[in-house]
């Protein structure tokens, strides 16, 4: 907002409260002009707002979902139902969202063709496992199943050695 300045001969007490009281009214005037461009964005509209994005989008916010992960669900749920079913999509989805890094599997020897196993760390499957449930259930394939798997790493530790393969033989005698 642009700062009022009087001219140095207008100085005074009450034309600087005059001032003063102007430039009050006009940022609460900018700031009533601002509010509707405000509401556009779903990552600084009001929360009624958002709950009206999330119903024409098709979000549903479920319990205890905090209003920072519910506010990039309605911002991306045009995109996610776009990438929806795809493998390379479903890894999107997960990324965009905050889960992280997750591995999808489909078609294992020795299992059902219609399960779907997703590997996540166990931290991934303990902080967001209600999250994990409503993406699978929005964005999944309709006639798939599917099974968290975790991912556990493990550290290891190896030794080297150099071996050349010589040898030598001995004789003492007598």
Known sequence: MI???LPFWLGGTELTKLVAATQSWWETVAGW???PYQQIDPDTCHLTI???WAW???VTRFNGEPEALFRLRVKYAFVNS???GSTAGMKRIFERLGVGYVEIEERQPGRDWDVVLLKFSNAQLSLNPELLRVLIQQY???C???DFVTITPVALQMGLI???DDQQTLVASL
Request: glycine share 4%; no cysteine; net charge positive.
């Open 3 to 5: 700062k009022l300045k």
């Open 33 to 35: 002009l601002r509010w």
């Open 50 to 52: 958002l709950e009206l």
């Open 56 to 58: 024409q989008r098709d």
């Open 82 to 84: 776009v990438d929806a």
């Open 140 to 142: 999944g394939r309709t």
């Open 144 to 146: 798939r199943r599917y």
């Open 162 to 164: 150099d071996f050349n």
